[in-house]
């Protein structure tokens, strides 16, 4: 059975930082990728940020590059998104997810997915 369970949202300022988590059990049956997406009040799912369990690179988002970090625990079967200098327009549902995709941005191509965590910046 796998399941995703994202926490750490919450509200903050901008320019503030905050730490997501999302803790995946069945990790054996999950695949090999974790991303996250996000998606914002009338707006469609966006991807924001990607990881292997293995080797490789992490992906971004051009609107998240150099602000958001990408990381894993395979220990703890844990994926985090670490966010700083978060901006009112960050503001969404954040969601983890997991799967083999042959993009890891595509969010169509991820198999299992958390309820996702709010994330609220004030200006």
């Known amino acids: 059975q796998v399941q995703l369970v994202e926490s750490g949202g919450g509200l903050v300022q901008a320019g503030d930082s905050l730490r997501l988590s999302c803790a995946v059990s069945g990790r054996t049956f999950s695949g090999d990728r974790m991303g996250w997406f996000r998606r914002a009040p009338g707006k469609e799912r966006e991807f924001v940020a990607a990881?292997?369990?293995?080797?490789?690179?992490?992906v971004y988002a051009d609107s998240v590059k150099g602000r958001f970090t990408i990381s894993r625990d395979n220990a703890k079967n844990t994926v985090t998104l670490q966010m700083s200098s978060l901006k009112p327009e960050d503001t969404a549902v954040y969601s983890c997810a997991a799967g083999t995709p042959r993009s890891m941005s595509n969010s169509d191509e991820y198999a299992y997915w958390g309820q996702g965590t709010q994330v609220t910046v004030s200006s």
């Open positions: 990881i292997a369990w293995g080797f490789g690179p992490s």
